[in-house]
């Protein structure tokens, strides 16, 4: 099943990177497993998934880290003013939850998915193992190369008090973006130390 999008692409994306051609082999690999869906959220998924799942579980991805690290200029800034959305990034580890979608459903679920998360094929989507309490999974998860334009790497301090004060997209501000991250995770269980230290910045 192939999806169409804009025929230009949006700020956020090299015009190298096809998300239909992307999509299509991400379905292709799934669809050779013949199994349920497993997706893997370490942000904005765990407190707005936007579809529908039969199982939720705590897990963990060694190799890959959660950093407020790429550039926003649509959904939490603008080109002119662009904000900051997190994203998976190599070293490390990383706490997150893992969603299981059945297999009749997981086809759509993964189409939905695509138009939230790679109008702009700005992500690397990769299978990656996630262990759980439960036994481990191999899930779809969208992380980012350090080499994209996306990426800004670690800013100074008065670089993210001025995007928490100031940067604002379609779907709100980097600062509530932050912020209802870190408390989901906090509802997980889990304490991103490096996160709060960066809301501390803006008085939160």
């Known amino acids: 099943m192939s999806i169409a999008f804009p025929a230009h692409p949006l700020p956020e994306t090299s015009s190298q990177r096809d998300p239909a051609r992307m999509f299509d082999q991400v ?16 942000a904005s998924l765990i407190w707005r998934p936007e579809f529908e799942f039969t199982e939720r ?6 190799g890959w880290h959660r ?21 998976l990034l190599r070293g490390g580890s990383c706490q997150g939850v893992v969603f299981r979608i059945p297999a009749a459903q997981a086809e759509q679920a993964l189409k939905d998915l695509w138009f939230r998360e790679m109008p702009t094929g700005v992500y690397d ?15 779809l998860a ?8 996306s990426y800004c790497g670690q800013l100074d301090m008065q670089q993210y008090r001025q995007i928490f004060a100031e940067s ?17 995770l ?3 269980g889990i304490d991103d130390h490096a996160l709060a230290r960066l809301l501390k910045l803006a008085g939160k």
Request: with cysteine; charged share 20%.
């Open 57 to 62: 579980r705590a897990a963990r991805v060694h």
């Open 186 to 188: 906090l509802a997980e």
């Open 27 to 42: 379905l292709v690999r799934w669809q050779d497993q013949q199994s349920d869906l497993w997706i893997f959220g370490y």
């Open 142 to 149: 969208f992380t980012l190369s350090q080499s994209s334009p």
């Open 125 to 139: 989507p990769r299978w990656l193992r996630c262990a759980t309490a439960q036994g481990d999974v191999h899930a």
């Open 67 to 87: 950093a407020l690290e790429m550039w926003s200029r649509i959904n939490r800034g603008t080109p002119d003013c662009p904000g900051l959305v997190f994203a």
């Open 168 to 184: 604002c997209g379609r779907y709100g501000t980097t600062l509530d973006y932050a912020q209802r991250t870190y408390e989901s």
